[in-house]
């Protein structure tokens, strides 16, 4: 009995080795900066985190839509999906924006970490110089996310520790037009250290920094031009400082332009299809391409932007981003006519064939936009809610060459038309996300348009209009005979439509109020007759509401609850 | 002059037995002394310490020459034999043979013979026990001696031999129940030396429930601990359990952590409930009470042999009613009036469908068509329990089988468990119990899980998901069933297939329990009353999941033109394979000390214990298998395929002492103390020290009662305090660095490079230690007139404090940082418990028992590290500290504007833009602060928490003959349950509405859209445009907010045993019938939801539901 005492006693002795555990998956700090293996997982992380397609809150990738159905351009399917709700509802203080909201000072503070910590480490000077730089980049872009939704926000460029004085923590919004300089001071000093070609896909090169930099001084210009100072300059800018950042826009453009090391895409001699495989061609060839963010399904790493836009019949699910009427009215017809000129009523009132209505547009439309008989994956989208045979109207079962009486539920109940920009037609439908494009973050067609508004604002006229021709040269276009502000929006909300522009470029040119408020999108709806082979079309309410855009509405919200926990943090006017 | 028969037959079998204990003792030494040996040479040579594995294998050695030891089979050939007298008695035999023998039998008022109860001689030490027909026999050194018989649970009584050679003796249940003898920590203890609130539910009361799972036993059986149910998933409907509102209680199960709740209930011998100091010497993880699980062990006796089958028929307590296609196409018309969009059906369509006369215009339940009206639920139990004074045992076999009421039959949840408790005295000195359980668990369920890049969402729910969306405009069946699932008119959903693992595949989930025990105990020689015990626990769980998410079509049937459309295909061909294992060690060794000095009564315990746990688990997936028939990874493509492991390892090390002290039995005190060390926190904040004092004076003990009031069986004042932890938070959070995330997804591409990502765990905090729970009773017990009137009520405060949080609040978000986890905050916590007890005897035959329950707790904070606000109305809508912690914050809805004319005239800018966004049929909300805005300023408390701050039960039995009925009944108030999702957006994401929002709905003048049409109409206008309702009414306000107090009848059982006369002339001991019900009516307050949501389920009814049991089972005894 003694013995088994013991025995267990023994047992207990062992315990002091309950306690000694290893955390099994904890790598320390020291080590991340020491290996540059590690240093490059944690990078691989920050990039990560900056968002660049926007789908924050949302993992099921239908906050795709978000930009364009804020900027008008269409709506998401669903209309609980945040990009309608944000799009069509009051925004109040309280409405937490989802999707739409950036206010990434998580990531800020993982910059600066990595920024302070890898000066620190034994690692090899260039690689310190080079990562360091692209760090930078990242703040910075995430600093320009933050300042065209709020204007002003805080500047945090250290690592904040807990222990800090309350006043070096609560601290308050730098203005707008400190936010703008730091950012272009930024790009300025990383734009010396960083290689003209990047040197990964995927990572910024010396041309991408001068891109941000062009986008950030093209916004601070127009908003000096347009916009007004507010909160005793938190917000905007003295309007005298246009023409200084339309210089620096222009001469960040005209340096990327000048390089030699970007030309736009032409390599299919239709302009529908160049336009199409311009956002698909990932080939190095494709130099139109400035940054670009990197996806290969085969190393696990894809997106469902394909499988979300693809109309129904086709993809496996939400054929969620659609496009508003409204909005292609935009895009003239082949001829260079206005996109109006045949009216709503004129469209109402008679039969249509898409070669009538659509195929004779812009080439940019046809690969912008999904239209009645799109041709799509060896087939044809349809949108048609019925079909007019013998004076009566079908909507089930198909004819006898093959032609469904009715499209599919999904695509006749909303707007008719549906998005097909960045799409590809090679991704087969699954449930899964395997949709691999790379993600387009700066093209050169944007610095084209950024480079005709900055010499717009610096009255270089001559020079707008010709870059601007440029452009509907490449999109087989007639050139403009002359040059306005609204040639120039115009031109820009055609050629950039569902690249995350739009709500921006309307906002900072202070239209979107004239847009949007009070204003309720039109979709379309098209009876198929069969026996003319056209369409009679209908128009009908795209949206189940009219939109809102009230003059606040020029800033987002910092929201109730950054407002409530900082009090140095003063709310937008309005809210 | 007596029977020298009996009296040679006594000392024979006790000098075999002695004889046999000797060898035993002897084989047993030497296997021990070599055992250790070995384990001592390995341990020394072996430098690097790791000799861990080596002692877990020497145990099982020995654990496993133990359980050969061929005792039981030697004794158990004389069946027949009496029981033997006890040691002592034995002595006195040998030392005086001029004895009287008295024989007799020993049973309860019904005759029914009473196994095990003690006979002593008064002022003697002689006695024995009765057999298990209750047999006795007793050599007395005086024919005119009083034989002191007793039984637990029964009245002791005396008797007076008076020269008689026969006595049968009845014993009468003690009604009092103040010799229940409860599990404590470490311990048992009589009840009424109980100084602490404790709570405990008996075995018959367990195995009558007929429950699938142990917290729906738990259910309304203990004052204080509340379950609320969250609906009947086969394999995984657990409720939440909580003891006094706080957070999930330690469970443990014969003193071991581990997997409970699917446990058979007929293993559970008794379940305790520690509230206050009771629960503290089980120091850090104590804080939120604890429940302490006992399985059975064996009686002494004659082989008793149960066999129980139940048979339960399992239904939906509450099934939604969706609206029939008719009236769907009506609403979703109404909605497209109101928004100004097109109309998806026209009129006529409506009249088609509700003339339902042509089959492309059915009416389709796809509710029936998924789900079955009831389910079948069925297990068998074999027990035997039985055993000798030296070796006793419990052994047990369940089969538990729980289909589903899925249609497909394909979602279902299987045990099979088996349980030896073995208990024997090895000497007179040492007693050894084992224990060794395993239980295999097996979980069925159709492939619902959304697999995309790496990412699995939904589950079951998904069915739910899909039956809310599912038109009843089209038919749920095709012609041909075999091409796919039939499309239910969102994209490519189709709930009947989805449920059915022909066309989704399968998830298959197998879980392995083992558990094993074995203490040793040791009356230490030359102390009396000194106990040493040394236990270990070996428990191994191992986990095998496997996926198989097969591609399936949708697809539509047109009855015209007889053709079939094809939505796009489902799935992905994908196989997930996953393995998991555990293991803990937890060896234990204590001292007991008891003994009494004249009126001093003293206990003493040391006890030292380590835990020691490890897990890993390994995940391996493939795309593209070459068939869906072959679910096998080798099946799969080499490319995309996935895998991921991991490991982890806990500790912990603790130290605990208890000193208990009673004088006459009328003044106890008790004192613990425990030292934790736990390997989540720095070595600097390890340890902590948790302890406890508690106190109780029986008043009824003193003089001036006990004399004057014979009335008064019990009053007891019980008052503790004690200091608790709890260590609930992620470990090495004293640590900084990095994390490999470990999704596969988790990288990110530079050029054709992969990286994986790393990231930072957030700032270290080197300070971060327990949770402090410190808690304060006060109780009163009282008992009178022998049992008929009683009750229990206790009133108790807990503080908490160090609570781990983010100091999230004190750091505004450009700090950016993942901010450490801090003890920082602070919640109290206050309520009561009252139990009433009523107990009567009509007659002889007729007994019944009601007790009625009512437990509140509420919690507040007491500190929050928050913003420091600085406006009025931050500070009343989102400031903590001071204010409950189920406070619910949101607007006061003021009812539904009912024309234009009332919003043009409405004062308030509800909508902050002039009410342009307003139409009628919207809620209006009230200006609280006055301003003519509606603002998050405008919100205020409008309700509870989920979890209720009120519960009340009521238990009745009564007893009549052989049969016995017994009622419970619960209820909770003082919360809400909020009307969200489909149940507030009609049409949202293509949702089909419910008959009460048909009923109650606003219906808009066809001519006029603005104008309502229905009288009943209550709720807010619905819109066409998928979001259900508009931006206005989905505010978080009381117009969605509902008490959801209820009562239940939880369970209603009607049982008959068959008269021991009758059964026992075809060779049973017992037969039992048992009708029960579980759920069958419930009264709740949510109004117009009533019958759609249930008050228990805190999803709404937008998932499995909780279910109706009706049950027929029987209890066969041999």
Same mark, same amino acid.
């Given at each position: 009995m003694k013995n088994f005492l013991i025995f267990l006693l023994v047992i207990l002795v062992g315990c002091s080795d309950y306690l000694d555990k290893e955390?099994l998956?904890?790598?320390?700090?020291?080590?991340?900066?020491?290996?540059?293996?590690?240093?490059?997982?944690?990078?691989?992380?920050?990039?990560?985190?900056?968002?660049?397609?926007?789908?924050?809150?949302?993992?099921?990738?239908?906050?795709?839509?978000?930009?364009?159905?804020?900027?008008?351009?269409?709506?998401?399917?669903?209309?609980?999906?945040?990009?309608?709700?944000?799009?069509?509802?009051?925004?109040?203080?309280?409405?937490?924006?989802?999707?739409?909201?950036?206010?990434?000072?998580?990531?800020?503070?993982?910059?600066?970490?990595?920024?302070?910590?890898?000066?620190?480490?034994?690692?090899?000077?260039?690689?310190?110089?080079?990562?360091?730089?692209?760090?930078?980049?990242?703040?910075?872009?995430?600093?320009?996310?933050?300042?065209?939704?709020?204007?002003?926000?805080?500047?945090?460029?250290?690592?904040?520790?807990?222990?800090?004085?309350?006043?070096?923590?609560?601290?308050?919004?730098?203005?707008?037009?400190?936010?703008?300089?730091?950012?272009?001071?930024?790009?300025?000093?990383?734009?010396?250290?960083?290689?003209?070609?990047?040197?990964?896909?995927?990572?910024?090169?010396?041309?991408?920094?001068?891109?941000?930099?062009?986008?950030?001084?093209?916004?601070?210009?127009?908003?000096?031009?347009?916009?007004?100072?507010?909160?005793?300059?938190?917000?905007?800018?003295?309007?005298?400082?246009?023409?200084?950042?339309?210089?620096?826009?222009?001469?960040?453009?005209?340096?990327?332009?000048?390089?030699?090391?970007?030309?736009?895409?032409?390599?299919?001699?239709?302009?529908?299809?160049?336009?199409?495989?311009?956002?698909?061609?990932?080939?190095?060839?494709?130099?139109?391409?400035?940054?670009?963010?990197?996806?290969?399904?085969?190393?696990?790493?894809?997106?469902?932007?394909?499988?979300?836009?693809?109309?129904?019949?086709?993809?496996?699910?939400?054929?969620?981003?659609?496009?508003?009427?409204?909005?292609?009215?935009?895009?003239?017809?082949?001829?260079?006519?206005?996109?109006?000129?045949?009216?709503?009523?004129?469209?109402?009132?008679?039969?249509?064939?898409?070669?009538?209505?659509?195929?004779?547009?812009?080439?940019?439309?046809?690969?912008?936009?999904?239209?009645?008989?799109?041709?799509?994956?060896?087939?044809?989208?349809?949108?048609?809610?019925?079909?007019?045979?013998?004076?009566?109207?079908?909507?089930?079962?198909?004819?006898?060459?093959?032609?469904?009486?009715?499209?599919?539920?999904?695509?006749?109940?909303?707007?008719?038309?549906?998005?097909?920009?960045?799409?590809?037609?090679?991704?087969?439908?699954?449930?899964?996300?395997?949709?691999?494009?790379?993600?387009?973050?700066?093209?050169?067609?944007?610095?084209?348009?950024?480079?005709?508004?900055?010499?717009?604002?610096?009255?270089?006229?001559?020079?707008?209009?010709?870059?601007?021709?440029?452009?509907?040269?490449?999109?087989?276009?007639?050139?403009?005979?002359?040059?306005?502000?609204?040639?120039?929006?115009?031109?820009?909300?055609?050629?950039?439509?569902?690249?995350?522009?739009?709500?921006?470029?309307?906002?900072?040119?202070?239209?979107?109020?004239?847009?949007?408020?009070?204003?309720?999108?039109?979709?379309?709806?098209?009876?198929?007759?069969?026996?003319?082979?056209?369409?009679?079309?209908?128009?009908?309410?795209?949206?189940?509401?009219?939109?809102?855009?009230?003059?606040?509405?020029?800033?987002?919200?910092?929201?109730?609850?950054?407002?409530?926990?900082?009090?140095?943090?003063?709310?937008?006017?309005?809210? | 002059?007596?029977?020298?028969?009996?009296?040679?037959?006594?000392?024979?079998?006790?000098?075999?037995?002695?004889?046999y204990n000797l060898k035993r003792r002897y084989q047993l030494r030497w296997m021990l002394i070599n055992l250790n040996r070995i384990i001592m040479n390995k341990m020394f040579n072996n430098a690097n310490g790791n000799y861990w594995n080596l002692i877990k294998i020497k145990v099982f050695v020995f654990i496993t020459l133990f359980v050969l030891n061929p005792n039981y089979g030697n004794?158990?050939?004389?069946?027949?034999?009496?029981?033997?007298?006890?040691?002592?008695?034995?002595?006195?035999?040998?030392?005086?043979?001029?004895?009287?023998?008295?024989?007799?039998?020993?049973?309860?008022?019904?005759?029914?013979?009473?196994?095990?109860?003690?006979?002593?001689?008064?002022?003697?030490?002689?006695?024995?026990?009765?057999?298990?027909?209750?047999?006795?026999?007793?050599?007395?050194?005086?024919?005119?001696?009083?034989?002191?018989?007793?039984?637990?649970?029964?009245?002791?009584?005396?008797?007076?031999?008076?020269?008689?050679?026969?006595?049968?003796?009845?014993?009468?249940?003690?009604?009092?129940?103040?010799?229940?003898?409860?599990?404590?920590g470490y311990g048992?203890?009589?009840?009424?030396?109980?100084?602490?609130?404790?709570?405990?539910?008996?075995?018959?009361?367990?195995?009558?429930?007929?429950?699938?799972?142990?917290?729906?036993?738990?259910?309304?059986?203990?004052?204080?601990?509340?379950?609320?149910?969250?609906?009947?998933?086969?394999?995984?409907?657990?409720?939440?359990?909580?003891?006094?509102?706080?957070?999930?209680?330690?469970?443990l199960v014969d003193g071991v952590e581990g997997s409970?709740?699917?446990?058979?209930?007929?293993?559970?011998?008794?379940?305790?409930?520690?509230?206050?100091?009771?629960?503290?010497?089980y120091g850090?993880r104590?804080?939120?009470?604890?429940?302490?699980?006992?399985t059975?062990r064996g009686?002494?006796?004659?082989?008793?042999?149960?066999?129980?089958?139940?048979?339960?028929?399992?239904?939906?307590?509450?099934?939604?009613?969706?609206?029939?296609?008719?009236?769907?196409?009506?609403?979703?018309?109404?909605?497209?009036?109101?928004?100004?969009?097109?109309?998806?059906?026209?009129?006529?369509?409506?009249?088609?469908?509700?003339?339902?006369?042509?089959?492309?215009?059915?009416?389709?339940?796809?509710?029936?068509?998924?789900?079955?009206?009831?389910?079948?639920?069925?297990?068998?139990?074999?027990?035997?329990?039985?055993?000798?004074?030296n070796v006793k045992y419990f052994l047990?076999?369940?089969?538990?089988?729980?289909?589903?009421?899925?249609?497909?039959?394909?979602?279902?949840?299987?045990?099979?468990?088996f349980r030896s408790n073995i208990d024997a005295q090895i000497t007179d000195r040492i007693n050894v119990t084992f224990n060794m359980a395993f239980r295999?668990?097996?979980?069925?369920?159709?492939?619902?899980?959304?697999?995309?890049?790496?990412?699995?969402?939904?589950?079951?729910?998904?069915?739910?998901?899909?039956?809310?969306?599912?038109?009843?405009?089209?038919?749920?069946?095709?012609?041909?069933?075999?091409?796919?699932?039939?499309?239910?008119?969102?994209?490519?959903?189709?709930?009947?297939?989805?449920?059915?693992?022909?066309?989704?595949?399968?998830?298959?989930?197998?879980?392995k329990f083992f558990t094993s025990r074995i203490n040793l105990s040791y009356k230490v020689p030359g102390l009396?009353?000194l106990v040493a015990n040394a236990t270990l626990n070996y428990n191994t769980q191992e986990?095998?999941?496997?996926?198989?998410?097969?591609?399936?079509?949708?697809?539509?049937?047109?009855?015209?033109?007889?053709?079939?459309?094809?939505?796009?295909?489902?799935?992905?061909?994908?196989?997930?394979?996953?393995?998991s294992r555990f293991t803990s060690i937890y060896p234990l060794l204590s001292l007991n000390y008891?003994?009494?000095?004249?009126?001093?009564?003293?206990?003493?315990l040391f006890l030292t214990e380590g835990i020691d746990t490890e897990s890993s688990?390994?995940?391996?997936?493939?795309?593209?298998?070459?068939?869906?028939?072959?679910?096998?990874?080798?099946?799969?493509?080499?490319?995309?395929?996935?895998?991921?492991?991991?490991a982890e390892e806990t500790g912990r090390v603790s130290y605990v002492g208890?000193?208990?002290?009673?004088?006459?039995?009328?003044?106890?005190?008790?004192?613990?103390?425990r030292f934790d060390a736990s390997h989540k926190?720095?070595s600097?904040?390890r340890w902590?020290?948790?302890?406890?004092?508690?106190?109780?004076?029986?008043?009824?003990?003193?003089?001036?009662?006990?004399?004057?009031?014979?009335?008064?069986?019990?009053?007891?004042?019980?008052?503790?305090?004690?200091?608790?932890?709890?260590?609930?938070?992620?470990a090495?959070?004293?640590?900084?660095?990095?994390?490999?995330?470990?999704?596969?997804?988790?990288?990110?591409?530079?050029?054709?490079?992969?990286?994986?990502?790393?990231?930072?765990?957030?700032?270290?905090?080197?300070?971060?230690?327990?949770?402090?729970?410190?808690?304060?009773?006060?109780?009163?017990?009282?008992?009178?007139?022998?049992?008929?009137?009683?009750?229990?009520?206790?009133?108790?405060?807990?503080?908490?404090?160090?609570?781990?949080?983010?100091?999230?609040?004190?750091?505004?978000?450009?700090?950016?940082?993942?901010?450490?986890?801090?003890?920082?905050?602070?919640?109290?916590?206050?309520?009561?418990?009252?139990?009433?007890?009523?107990?009567?005897?009509?007659?002889?035959?007729?007994?019944?028992?009601?007790?009625?329950?009512?437990?509140?707790?509420?919690?507040?904070?007491?500190?929050?590290?928050?913003?420091?606000?600085?406006?009025?109305?931050?500070?009343?809508?989102?400031?903590?500290?001071?204010?409950?912690?189920?406070?619910?914050?949101?607007?006061?809805?003021?009812?539904?504007?009912?024309?234009?004319?009332?919003?043009?005239?409405?004062?308030?800018?509800?909508?902050?833009?002039?009410?342009?966004?307003?139409?009628? $049929? /919207?809620?209006?909300?009230?200006? @609280? =602060?006055?301003?003519?805005?509606? !603002? +998050?300023?405008?919100? &205020?408390?409008?309700?509870?928490?989920?979890?209720?701050?009120?519960?009340?039960?009521?238990?009745?039995?009564?007893?009549?003959?052989?049969?016995?009925?017994?009622?419970?009944?619960?209820?909770?108030?003082?919360?809400?349950?909020?009307?969200?999702?489909?149940?507030?957006?009609?049409?949202?994401?293509?949702?089909?509405?419910?008959?009460?929002?048909?009923?109650?709905?606003?219906?808009?003048?066809?001519?006029?859209?603005?104008?309502?049409?229905?009288?009943?109409?209550?709720?807010?206008?619905?819109? $066409? /445009?998928?979001?259900?309702?508009? @931006? =206005?009414?989905?505010?978080?306000? !009381? +117009?969605?907010?509902? &008490?959801?107090?209820?009562?239940?009848?939880?369970?209603?059982?009607?049982?008959?045993?068959?008269?021991?006369?009758?059964?026992?002339?075809?060779?049973?001991?017992?037969?039992?019938?048992?009708?029960?019900?579980?759920?069958?009516?419930?009264?709740?307050?949510?109004?117009?939801?009533?019958?759609?949501?249930?008050?228990?389920?805190?999803?709404?009814?937008?998932?499995?539901?909780?279910?109706?049991?009706?049950?027929?089972?029987?209890?066969?005894?041999?």
């Open positions: 955390p998956a904890l790598i320390s700090e020291d080590l991340v900066f020491e290996d540059p293996a590690l240093t490059d997982a944690y990078l691989a992380d920050i990039y990560n985190r900056v968002d660049f397609p926007g789908l924050r809150d949302n993992p099921e990738n239908t906050n795709y839509a978000m930009i364009a159905s804020m900027g008008g351009e269409g709506r998401s399917y669903g209309g609980h999906h945040p990009p309608y709700g944000n799009s069509t509802n009051v925004i109040t203080s309280a409405s937490g924006l989802p999707g739409l909201h950036y206010w990434n000072y998580e990531n800020i503070r993982e910059c600066n970490n990595f920024i302070e910590k890898i000066a620190e480490s034994s690692l090899n000077p260039q690689v310190i110089e080079q990562r360091s730089a692209e760090v930078r980049f990242i703040r910075a872009y995430m600093y320009f996310q933050m300042v065209i939704r709020y204007g002003g926000v805080p500047i945090v460029t250290v690592v904040q520790p807990l222990d800090a004085p309350e006043e070096d923590i609560y601290i308050p919004r730098n203005s707008e037009k400190e936010v703008y300089d730091f950012i272009i001071n930024e790009l300025d000093a990383i734009s010396q250290i960083l290689p003209s070609q990047p040197l990964d896909r995927g990572r910024p090169s010396k041309m991408a920094a001068l891109a941000l930099n062009s986008t950030a001084a093209l916004y601070a210009a127009s908003i000096a031009q347009f916009g007004q100072q507010q909160l005793n300059g938190l917000l905007g800018f003295p309007s005298a400082d246009v023409k200084y950042y339309a210089q620096l826009s222009y001469d960040a453009s005209k340096e990327i332009i000048d390089s030699g090391l970007h030309s736009l895409y032409t390599k299919y001699p239709d302009p529908t299809e160049n336009f199409q495989n311009l956002f698909l061609d990932e080939s190095p060839d494709n130099s139109e391409v400035i940054m670009a963010e990197v996806y290969d399904y085969s190393k696990n790493r894809a997106h469902g932007y394909t499988m979300r836009a693809a109309p129904h019949d086709f993809s496996n699910t939400f054929s969620t981003m659609l496009a508003l009427y409204d909005f292609t009215e935009r895009f003239e017809f082949a001829d260079g006519s206005p996109g109006t000129s045949i009216s709503r009523q004129q469209i109402a009132a008679q039969e249509w064939s898409p070669d009538e209505l659509w195929n004779n547009r812009d080439p940019r439309f046809k690969a912008t936009i999904f239209y009645p008989e799109s041709p799509w994956q060896g087939g044809h989208v349809h949108f048609h809610s019925g079909t007019l045979r013998n004076g009566e109207i079908l909507t089930t079962g198909t004819a006898e060459d093959g032609w469904p009486y009715k499209a599919s539920d999904r695509n006749t109940t909303r707007t008719g038309l549906m998005v097909r920009k960045r799409t590809n037609e090679s991704i087969a439908p699954t449930p899964i996300f395997t949709d691999d494009t790379d993600h387009i973050i700066f093209r050169l067609g944007e610095i084209y348009l950024n480079l005709t508004e900055a010499a717009f604002y610096l009255g270089r006229d001559g020079e707008a209009l010709t870059t601007l021709n440029l452009l509907r040269e490449r999109a087989a276009m007639p050139p403009k005979a002359v040059i306005d502000m609204d040639i120039i929006q115009n031109e820009r909300l055609v050629e950039l439509s569902w690249e995350d522009h739009s709500y921006w470029d309307i906002r900072r040119w202070r239209i979107a109020k004239e847009l949007l408020n009070g204003v309720r999108m039109q979709g379309l709806q098209y009876i198929f007759n069969y026996d003319t082979k056209k369409f009679k079309i209908t128009f009908i309410n795209g949206e189940g509401i009219a939109r809102i855009f009230l003059d606040q509405n020029y800033y987002l919200p910092l929201g109730v609850e950054r407002v409530a926990e900082n009090p140095k943090l003063v709310e937008n006017p309005g809210y | 002059m007596f029977s020298g028969k009996i009296a040679n037959r006594i000392r024979t079998s006790y000098r075999q037995q002695k004889k004794q158990n050939s004389d069946v027949t034999m009496v029981t033997s007298p006890i040691l002592d008695v034995n002595e006195g035999i040998e030392n005086n043979l001029l004895q009287q023998i008295i024989n007799g039998i020993v049973t309860d008022e019904a005759g029914i013979p009473l196994s095990g109860a003690n006979i002593v001689e008064k002022g003697t030490t002689n006695g024995v026990t009765a057999d298990f027909d209750g047999n006795f026999s007793i050599d007395l050194s005086d024919g005119n001696a009083t034989l002191v018989v007793s039984y637990i649970g029964y009245t002791t009584k005396e008797v007076a031999v008076s020269g008689q050679t026969t006595v049968n003796i009845a014993l009468e249940e003690s009604s009092t129940g103040l010799d229940e003898v409860v599990v404590v048992t203890q009589k009840k009424i030396n109980l100084t602490g609130s404790v709570s405990t539910v008996q075995t018959e009361e367990l195995t009558e429930t007929k429950a699938p799972n142990v917290t729906e036993l738990l259910t309304g059986r203990a004052p204080g601990l509340f379950i609320k149910q969250n609906g009947g998933v086969p394999g995984s409907d657990v409720g939440e359990l909580s003891i006094r509102g706080y957070d999930a209680p330690l469970v409970w709740n699917r446990m058979d209930p007929n293993e559970i011998e008794s379940i305790s409930v520690l509230k206050d100091a009771a629960a503290a010497i850090a104590a804080g939120n009470g604890v429940v302490l699980i006992t059975k009686k002494e006796g004659r082989t008793t042999i149960t066999y129980s089958r139940n048979y339960s028929f399992q239904r939906a307590a509450t099934v939604p009613e969706w609206v029939p296609s008719w009236k769907y196409t009506e609403i979703k018309r109404e909605g497209e009036l109101v928004s100004g969009l097109p109309f998806t059906y026209s009129e006529e369509d409506v009249q088609k469908f509700k003339a339902g006369n042509d089959p492309n215009y059915p009416n389709e339940n796809w509710y029936e068509a998924t789900l079955k009206k009831q389910s079948v639920m069925d297990s068998h139990t074999l027990s035997a329990t039985g055993g000798t004074e047990n076999a369940g089969y538990l089988n729980q289909n589903s009421l899925f249609r497909s039959d394909d979602l279902s949840f299987g045990r099979y468990n295999n668990e097996q979980t069925d369920e159709p492939q619902m899980w959304e697999i995309g890049v790496g990412e699995r969402s939904n589950g079951i729910a998904q069915t739910w998901t899909q039956l809310q969306s599912a038109l009843p405009t089209l038919p749920a069946s095709l012609p041909d069933p075999t091409l796919g699932g039939a499309y239910s008119g969102f994209i490519n959903r189709s709930p009947v297939a989805n449920s059915t693992s022909k066309f989704t595949g399968f998830v298959s989930k197998n879980e009396e009353g986990r095998f999941e496997k996926f198989q998410d097969k591609v399936f079509k949708v697809l539509s049937y047109n009855y015209d033109s007889g053709e079939y459309t094809e939505w796009t295909d489902n799935g992905t061909n994908t196989l997930i394979d996953e393995t008891e003994n009494t000095f004249n009126d001093h009564t003293v206990g003493a688990f390994l995940e391996a997936g493939r795309r593209d298998l070459i068939s869906s028939e072959l679910p096998y990874l080798f099946a799969g493509s080499t490319e995309n395929l996935t895998n991921n492991g991991g208890r000193l208990n002290y009673s004088y006459l039995g009328k003044y106890l005190l008790e004192g613990t103390v926190f720095p600097n904040s902590g020290t948790f302890p406890s004092v508690s106190a109780a004076w029986r008043i009824s003990e003193e003089a001036f009662i006990k004399e004057n009031a014979t009335w008064i069986d019990n009053i007891k004042l019980r008052a503790s305090f004690s200091e608790t932890g709890n260590d609930t938070v992620d090495f959070r004293y640590l900084a660095g990095y994390q490999i995330l470990t999704n596969p997804t988790d990288v990110y591409l530079l050029g054709s490079n992969v990286y994986r990502e790393i990231r930072t765990t957030g700032l270290p905090n080197r300070n971060i230690t327990w949770l402090d729970n410190t808690s304060y009773n006060i109780g009163l017990d009282a008992s009178f007139a022998n049992g008929l009137f009683g009750f229990e009520f206790d009133w108790f405060y807990r503080v908490t404090d160090n609570i781990f949080a983010q100091p999230i609040d004190s750091y505004p978000s450009t700090f950016g940082a993942i901010l450490p986890e801090v003890n920082l905050n602070s919640t109290e916590d206050r309520g009561f418990e009252l139990s009433l007890n009523h107990k009567n005897k009509i007659g002889n035959d007729f007994r019944y028992n009601v007790t009625g329950s009512v437990s509140y707790a509420r919690q507040k904070y007491r500190k929050w590290a928050e913003s420091p606000y600085d406006d009025p109305d931050e500070i009343r809508i989102f400031k903590r500290t001071g204010n409950y912690t189920n406070r619910w914050i949101g607007y006061k809805a003021d009812g539904l504007f009912m024309t234009q004319a009332e919003i043009d005239n409405h004062p308030v800018d509800q909508d902050q833009a002039n009410n342009v966004t307003l139409r009628p $049929g /919207d809620i209006r909300y009230l200006d @609280i =602060n006055g301003d003519n805005v509606i !603002d +998050f300023r405008d919100q &205020d408390e409008i309700g509870y928490g989920t979890f209720p701050d009120l519960t009340y039960g009521l238990n009745m039995r009564f007893d009549y003959k052989g049969f016995s009925l017994s009622a419970l009944f619960q209820g909770a108030s003082l919360f809400n349950t909020y009307i969200g999702g489909s149940l507030a957006r009609p049409l949202r994401n293509n949702s089909v509405p419910y008959e009460f929002q048909y009923k109650y709905r606003w219906q808009p003048d066809p001519q006029d859209p603005s104008v309502n049409i229905n009288p009943n109409a209550r709720l807010p206008v619905i819109l $066409g /445009d998928d979001s259900g309702t508009s @931006i =206005n009414n989905q505010k978080t306000s !009381d +117009f969605w907010l509902k &008490d959801a107090t209820y009562v239940r009848l939880k369970n209603l059982s009607i049982g008959y045993d068959f008269p021991q006369k009758l059964i026992g002339q075809i060779g049973l001991r017992g037969l039992r019938f048992n009708l029960t019900g579980s759920n069958l009516f419930t009264l709740s307050k949510l109004g117009i939801y009533k019958n759609t949501v249930d008050p228990e389920s805190t999803g709404g009814q937008q998932f499995y539901p909780v279910l109706q049991t009706y049950s027929l089972g029987f209890d066969i005894i041999f």
